[in-house]
């Protein structure tokens, strides 16, 4: 269903590439805490290392991939959305829930005592 696609199953690790990986691994599963301590080892930081990579090589491809299988309407109701999100706010996180650099940034905002909105894009709807 649009779920397991957004999640990244069937062959779309192309489109959402670590985030996929993460969310099926035992780092996913992990309270926000062993996410952070996770972030500090050899392999957290490692898997930073790859992401970054992943991002410069394939972010616009990726966008251009998520926009080719939404209809029209469907992307510009939720710039729209967006849009009014941003402006209703002075700093908005988008988030995946499984993602360790998530919960990090969420936790800098919280000890700069920053007020902010957190959407959690994996929670959103079909």
Do not use: H
């Not at 926009?67 to 002075?90: F, G, H, L, Y």
């Not at 940034?105 to 007020?115: G, S």
Request: hydrophobic share 40%; with cysteine; aromatic share 8%.
């Amino acid at each position: 269903g649009a779920e397991d696609k957004r999640a990244g199953s069937s062959g779309d690790a192309g489109v959402y590439g670590l985030y996929s990986v993460i969310k099926r691994s035992p780092v996913g599963g992990m309270g926000d805490e062993k996410k952070l301590e996770f972030l500090e080892t050899a392999v957290g930081k490692w898997v930073n290392s790859v992401t970054q990579w992943e991002l410069d090589a394939l972010g616009e491809y990726k966008v251009r991939k998520c926009q080719e299988r939404a209809p029209a309407k469907d992307i510009a109701e939720a710039r729209q959305d967006i849009n009014a999100t941003v402006a209703s706010n002075a700093v908005v996180l988008y988030s995946f829930t499984a993602c360790p650099w998530c919960v990090k940034a969420k936790k800098l905002l919280d000890d700069a005592e920053v007020q902010y909105v957190t959407i959690e894009v994996d929670e959103q709807g079909a």
